[in-house]
């Protein structure tokens, strides 16, 4: 229901540079996913976007409106805290129905009480509405705290991490959960994780974040099919691009220093021989370990594979990525 | 010997620690019940030598306690017949009739209006100012912890010319106001030093998720910070009002009539002939109800404000 615009944000804590000059346009309901080892700036982004930090230089603007003065309460943002900050004195339904009660909204009793309701139940937390906040298991926690910010219907939906305690089955219903109703919500959303599934799945667009810079920003296929650098490719794919030297394989540009390798990048059974180290089966996958001129390689391979270690394979790279010295991107 | 032990206390060790306990706490409870026991003795039996442990209790005291009595002439106490209620029975036997009330429950008022007005104003004060000093970036904060912390770092009373001279030229001697203020400054700094550890302890990330939630700064501090602090906030106002109930050097310099708290007036109650330490005992016990009361009422806030765990750290 709005979109949200960083222009030129700079933020520091103290000596250390947490946003760096970041441009960021989120269009109007759209999903955007913010990559990012702790420290890049991932938090901060959240945190300036809400009003809670403000930035040294630069301007906010959520629905065209300049943010800057207007406290976190007048921006109509929901947020779910990575620490859940869930208010400890009271209890799961008088968690979620805070915000319903704010002056800003003053809902009637019985609004709130379906609304409440309709949340508990999509989170599965309908049993433990009458459980003080501080009785819950973490993934419980961190439920009532999605919820928190669920039950409100604001422009712009700011998420910490928000499935990081769950276990895998509720992540994997809460992450179309979560994406339903934001589609239905049409709000727009900003969202930090360090899980790639999430990014990929839900991402309309993902934004990699490097020491406080923006780096890329485009749709999550586009970041995993054209990096601009060695840090953004690292952000998505399992297992991990390898980096190697580009002078390892023919052909490279003059100007490349490091060749990027996907698992679909590698062509295996033509090409120059390579010895498998160590097989893993995931079951719907199974990984190789190479050895590859003394350098190490991960890739994938058909889950049914006869492989064993110690054996030699055949491997070619195929429309790679090249980066030059400071792991910028080659074309 | 290593430090510890592993193994079970045997039963008799536990007899002994048990004993060593049960001892030890009859000896620290026993001026209490001296006290109480006094209160109900008549004049002679208080003063007998030894100590009387088993005697008639008597209400003379409490009867001395809350009247003023004057000497009768026997033929004045033939005009008025016999005693018509039982404290006049007990007056009686001194040849003494009832005048009328005493003043102990006017300053014993004042206590209470004195103590809670102090200790109201003092963890008010102190809240809102931990609450600043614990949140905000706030100009020399270290220096101004300390120099609030400093005003405890003598004796109060040794100020009490200054503050008398100050309180004459005011007009604040020897009234309610005059002993509210006084009281509320001296624990101003035990309450902001005490207060800002507690509200320090609450993690942040509660006020501004209310923040978020659409709620003001103040709104977040009414509805989240004060219920988290209930603890701290009831344990001040014990340590606050304890000392402005039992204060006595300031009172004995401010206050001598309209403004009188208990502790300067029960030592007046003793009389001419010095005797009457019953009457004193039993002011001293009744002065002691209301602290205890408070306490007690506090005491389910002070077990139960443990609040770590829905916050992830």
Known sequence: MAEVRL?????????????????????DG???????????????????VSGLDHPDHGEVMIGGRAMKGVAPALR????????YSLYPHLTVRENLAFPLKSPLLRTPKDEIARKVGKVAEILRISHKLDSRATALSGGEMQRVSIGRALVRD?????????????????????????????????????????????????????????????????????????????????RLGQPRVNILPASLFGGAPAVARHIGLRPEQIVQGEGEEARVVRVEHLGDQTRLHISFKAHDLVTVTDPHTRLRAGEVIHIRPERPFYFDAAGARVS | MSGYSISEPSARQKWIAGALVVGYAILTVLPLIWIIATGFKTPNDAIAYP????????????????????????????????????????????????????????RFLNSVIIGFGSTFLSVFLGTIAAYAFSRFKVPLKDDLMFFILSTRMMPPIAVAIPIFLMYRALGLNDTQLGMILLYTAV?????????????DEIPVEYEEAALIDGYTRFQAFWKVVLPQAATGIASTSIFCLIFAWNEYAFATLLTSGTAQTAPPFIPTIIG?????????????????IPVMVFTILLRKHLLRGITFGAVRK
Do not use: C
Request: a neutral charge; aromatic letters at 8%; glycine letters at 8%.
């Open chain 1, 154 to 234: 604001p422009a712009v939906y700011l998420m910490d991490e928000p499935l990081s305690s769950l276990d895998a089955k509720l992540r994997a219903d809460l992450r179309i959960e979560l994406k339903n109703i934001q589609a239905k919500s049409g709000a727009s959303l900003i969202y930090v994780t360090h899980d790639q599934i999430e990014a990929m799945t839900m991402a309309t667009h993902v934004g990699v974040l490097d020491q406080g810079r923006l780096v890329q920003f485009g749709s999550p296929r586009e970041v995993y099919e054209n990096p601009v650098s060695i840090y953004a490719a690292s």
């Open chain 1, 76 to 83: 109509n943002v929901a947020m779910v805290f990575q620490q």
């Open chain 1, 7 to 27: 222009s030129g944000v700079t933020k520091s804590f103290g000596d250390t540079a947490a946003l760096r000059d970041v441009d960021l346009h989120v269009p």
């Open chain 2, 187 to 199: 624990n101003l700094s035990l309450s902001v030093w005490l207060l800002k550890g507690f509200i």
């Open chain 2, 272 to 288: 001419v002939a010095g005797k009457d330490w019953p009457a004193v005992a039993a002011g001293a016990t009744l002065f002691l």
């Open chain 1, 30 to 48: 759209a999903f955007v996913v913010l990559l990012g080892p702790t420290g890049a700036g991932k938090t901060t982004t959240l945190r300036i």
């Open chain 2, 51 to 106: 100590p009387k442990v088993i005697f008639h209790p008597t209400l003379e005291g409490y009867v001395n306690l809350f009247t003023s009595r004057a000497r009768a002439t026997p033929d004045m106490l033939e005009k008025l017949g016999p005693p018509t209620t039982w404290y006049d029975t007990i007056v009686r036997q001194y040849d003494m009739i009832i005048t009328g009330p005493s003043r102990y429950g006017q």
